[in-house]
């Protein structure tokens, strides 16, 4: 037989499991062509198969000498290095395989979890983020799922948050980021609706009973200003499972929002009987009572809300707003500098400029309407010695010098061993900058 019959044969007997015929038939291939390397490399992967590693190794490093940018021979000794836990040989082979076939998602993940075991914890997710997307796009959802988890496993904690304790569980996927779902709701909030709605779309063709994807389909529909599609995909969530506190919250504020007030108070009912701690639930329940003109109640939510997390810097947004249409300016200007400062702290400065300008705004409108206090003086401000220069920092931020003080501390790392009067001029020309 000629080198191709003799390939094709070994294939056959190595797909039945029978080893040791397919590398006889392949040692044949290579005797009739001894610079064949793709007899080279289908025989290293009989050897794997066989469990004969070195042998696999050097006849996969024979095809790779062959034929320097075969990917499967680069990709195949990767598998066998990493058996054998040569890490970073594996890894030099996985990056030539990948500069041949970036788009190879077994290679990706291969990558990533050689990264993994070398300690390169960026590169790892960087890999795995890669190998699940290129998954997603062949609508492999079982594969996807796994390197998001791989992913969920590895990232580091942030500074902000203490490690586990040795009493404590490390957390599953599902509570970590590492759920399919919970990433692609992340790309919603980042304004990658299309692309998260084309994902979930072909989900639910494979399969319309997963509650999830509707639910997540919903969310790209609110997303969307869509709230009748919305609508059906969250009544779907909650036929296939009535319990769904995400689906009954926004369920419920779409209700209100199309004038079925009864529906969707009985989904915040509901969703607060499932979570009765649920800071959110609070919140939706306030938003649908101010944005039909009762007020008060939901002042008195909001107030609910904070009794639970008195830090949340958008409940005090919120708060703020129905005090606005209440005309109770004060309470408002209130909230809107106590939020301020929850933002400066958390380093938020995008909501903490957006608020700013709400609250200047406020603030103006304000001092025209009344003789006290006088328009220069922003109300409830702490009475901090300062120059005019400093003055106008402490109106720039509100009224709260400890939100200019650390402003000011944060100029003072990034430029060093400059005057006090040069870093209150940076913060205000930062600040003014903001609002052109």
Same mark, same amino acid.
Request: include cysteine; proline fraction near 5%; charged fraction near 25%.
């Given at each position: 037989?000629?080198?191709?019959?003799?390939?094709?044969? $070994?294939?056959?007997?190595? +797909?039945?499991? @029978?080893?040791? *015929? !397919? /590398? %006889?038939? &392949?040692? =044949? #291939?290579?005797?009739?062509?001894?610079?064949?390397?793709?007899?080279?490399?289908?025989?290293?992967?009989?050897?794997?198969?066989?469990?004969?590693?070195?042998?696999?190794?050097?006849?996969?490093?024979?095809?790779?000498?062959?034929?320097?940018?075969?990917?499967?021979?680069?990709?195949?000794?990767?598998?066998?290095?990493?058996?054998?836990?040569?890490?970073?040989?594996?890894?030099?082979?996985?990056?030539?395989?990948?500069?041949?076939?970036?788009?190879?998602?077994?290679?990706?993940?291969?990558? $990533?979890?050689?990264?993994? +075991?070398?300690? @390169?914890?960026? *590169? !790892? /997710? %960087?890999? &795995?983020? =890669? #190998?699940?997307?290129?998954?997603?796009?062949?609508?492999?959802?079982?594969?996807?799922?796994?390197?998001?988890?791989?992913?969920?496993?590895?990232?580091?904690?942030?500074?902000?948050?203490?490690?586990?304790?040795?009493?404590?569980?490390?957390?599953?996927?599902?509570?970590?980021?590492?759920?399919?779902?919970?990433?692609?709701?992340?790309?919603?909030?980042?304004?990658?609706?299309?692309?998260?709605?084309?994902?979930?779309?072909?989900?639910?063709?494979?399969?319309?009973?997963?509650?999830?994807?509707?639910?997540?389909?919903?969310?790209?529909?609110?997303?969307?200003?869509?709230?009748?599609?919305?609508?059906?995909?969250?009544?779907?969530?909650?036929?296939?499972?009535?319990?769904?506190?995400?689906?009954?919250?926004?369920?419920?504020?779409?209700?209100?929002?199309?004038?079925?007030?009864?529906?969707?108070?009985?989904?915040?009912?509901?969703?607060?009987?499932?979570?009765?701690?649920?800071?959110?639930?609070?919140?939706?329940?306030?938003?649908?009572?101010?944005?039909?003109?009762?007020?008060?109640?939901?002042?008195?939510?909001?107030?609910?809300?904070?009794?639970?997390?008195?830090?949340?810097?958008?409940?005090?947004?919120?708060?703020?707003?129905?005090?606005?249409?209440?005309?109770?300016?004060?309470?408002?200007?209130?909230?809107?500098?106590?939020?301020?400062?929850?933002?400066?702290?958390?380093?938020?400065?995008?909501?903490?400029?957006?608020?700013?300008?709400?609250?200047?705004?406020?603030?103006?409108?304000?001092?025209?309407?009344?003789?006290?206090?006088?328009?220069?003086?922003?109300?409830?401000?702490?009475?901090?010695?300062?120059?005019?220069?400093?003055?106008?920092?402490?109106?720039?931020?509100?009224?709260?010098?400890?939100?200019?003080?650390?402003?000011?501390?944060?100029?003072?790392?990034?430029?060093?061993?400059?005057?006090?009067?040069?870093?209150?001029?940076?913060?205000?020309?930062?600040?003014?900058?903001?609002?052109?």
């Amino acid at each position: 037989m000629v080198e191709q019959e003799w390939i094709d044969q $070994g294939i056959a007997q190595a +797909k039945m499991g @029978d080893y040791v *015929e !397919a /590398i %006889a038939a &392949f040692s =044949q #291939a290579i005797e009739a062509n001894p610079i064949s390397a793709i007899a080279y490399r289908q025989r290293g992967l009989a050897y794997y198969d066989a469990g004969r590693i070195h042998d696999a190794i050097s006849d996969y490093s024979q095809a790779i000498k062959l034929h320097p940018q075969d990917f499967a021979a680069h990709y195949g000794r990767a598998i066998a290095r990493l058996a054998l836990k040569n890490y970073t040989g594996a890894l030099s082979d996985i990056e030539v395989a990948l500069r041949v076939n970036a788009q190879h998602a077994a290679g990706q993940r291969l990558r $990533g979890t050689l990264c993994r +075991k070398l300690d @390169d914890i960026p *590169e !790892a /997710i %960087a890999s &795995f983020k =890669q #190998a699940a997307q290129l998954y997603l796009d062949r609508k492999d959802k079982e594969n996807c799922q796994a390197c998001l988890t791989a992913i969920a496993q590895i990232k580091p904690q942030s500074r902000l948050t203490p490690p586990p304790s040795p009493q404590t569980s490390p957390p599953t996927a599902m509570a970590s980021i590492g759920d399919i779902y919970g990433e692609l709701l992340d790309r919603i909030r980042r304004g990658q609706v299309q692309s998260a709605l084309k994902d979930l779309n072909w989900v639910l063709q494979a399969d319309d009973g997963d509650a999830q994807a509707h639910c997540c389909r919903g969310m790209a529909y609110l997303k969307l200003d869509q709230p009748e599609n919305a609508l059906k995909d969250f009544n779907r969530t909650l036929k296939l499972d009535p319990d769904h506190p995400l689906a009954l919250r926004n369920r419920g504020k779409i209700r209100f929002q199309l004038g079925d007030h009864a529906g969707g108070m009985a989904d915040f009912e509901r969703a607060l009987q499932l979570n009765p701690d649920e800071v959110l639930i609070y919140v939706a329940k306030a938003n649908a009572f101010r944005d039909v003109g009762d007020y008060q109640q939901a002042i008195a939510l909001y107030k609910q809300a904070l009794a639970l997390d008195e830090h949340c810097a958008s409940i005090y947004l919120n708060r703020a707003l129905a005090y606005t249409r209440l005309e109770e300016t004060r309470q408002a200007i209130a909230d809107y500098q106590t939020a301020l400062s929850l933002f400066s702290k958390a380093d938020d400065w995008d909501n903490y400029n957006n608020t700013l300008k709400k609250l200047n705004g406020l603030q103006a409108g304000f001092s025209r309407s009344t003789s006290s206090p006088t328009p220069s003086t922003p109300l409830n401000l702490p009475q901090t010695p300062s120059s005019p220069r400093k003055e106008r920092l402490r109106m720039l931020v509100g009224g709260h010098w400890e939100i200019a003080e650390r402003l000011l501390e944060q100029a003072r790392r990034y430029y060093p061993n400059q005057s006090e009067e040069w870093y209150v001029e940076k913060v205000i020309q930062d600040l003014e900058r903001n609002f052109e």
